[in-house]
């Protein structure tokens, strides 16, 4: 256990579903991050979060809206997804400083089908 | 936009070989991870080096830098049927703070 975890593991939602990707992290991290792993691709980030406050937004569709409450948590709600947002997330932490990226430690992931 | 890239993309040994991994990037870097995914699972770090060290090892893991050729090797002894799993090398990239390869499938035939 990497102390990160995730819920769903599986997911299986229809075009017009909401539905909500929930991370959490045990380890007093600063950072959490969202990552995309479609088959045949590079890992993808998605958005950082440091201190709970938005960093990174790599030209995600809207239809993705993360949501950080405190430095614990991590959401990603879903509405209105394609087939083609079929993919592993992958949630993140990392105790960020000044000296550069740190070691993240990833939780398991959730399977998402979008049918 | 793409930082490091794997060499190569799959590989195929028998167990008790030993298994290298490469890993060439674009820009400068601070330090670089090495990360392991089981099929389907999360990552798990394997080991960061500084671009101040040239090799560092764990158990049976050996990772190399060359910072004047932009490239790092990790190299797998004496491989277990376990050790079965993609390997990804991870840099900073701008803004990004680690943007992974596609990563080398390494595949261990006992």
């Known amino acids: 256990e990497t102390g990160v975890t995730q819920t769903p593991r599986h997911l299986v939602m229809g075009m017009t579903n909401k539905k909500s990707l929930k991370c959490e992290q045990h380890l007093g991290h600063n950072a959490m991050y969202w990552y995309k792993q479609s088959a045949k691709k590079p890992l993808e980030l998605m958005f950082v979060?440091?201190?709970?406050?938005?960093?990174e937004n790599n030209s995600v569709p809207s239809r993705f809206s993360p949501e950080c409450p405190n430095s614990s948590h991590l959401f990603l709600h879903l509405h209105t997804l394609q087939p083609e947002d079929s993919a592993l997330y992958l949630c993140a932490s990392s105790q960020e400083g000044a000296g550069g990226p740190e070691t993240q430690y990833f939780g398991p992931g959730t399977r998402l089908l979008v049918l | 936009s793409q930082q490091g890239e794997e060499d190569p993309q799959a590989l195929s040994i028998q167990e008790g070989e030993n298994a290298t991994m490469n890993c060439s990037y674009k820009?400068?870097?601070?330090?670089l991870q090495w990360y392991r995914q089981n099929s389907g699972r999360g990552l798990v770090h394997l080991i960061l080096?500084?671009?101040?060290?040239r090799e560092k090892h764990s158990g049976r893991l050996r990772v190399t830098l060359d910072t004047s050729k932009k490239s790092s090797s990790l190299l797998i002894t004496a491989s277990r049927a376990a050790d079965t799993a993609s390997y990804f090398c991870a840099t900073p990239s701008g803004n990004t703070p680690l943007v992974f390869g596609k990563g080398t499938r390494l595949s261990v035939i006992a």
């Open positions: 820009t400068s870097i601070n330090n």
């Open positions: 080096i500084r671009s101040n060290e």
């Open positions: 979060y440091n201190f709970k406050e938005q960093t």
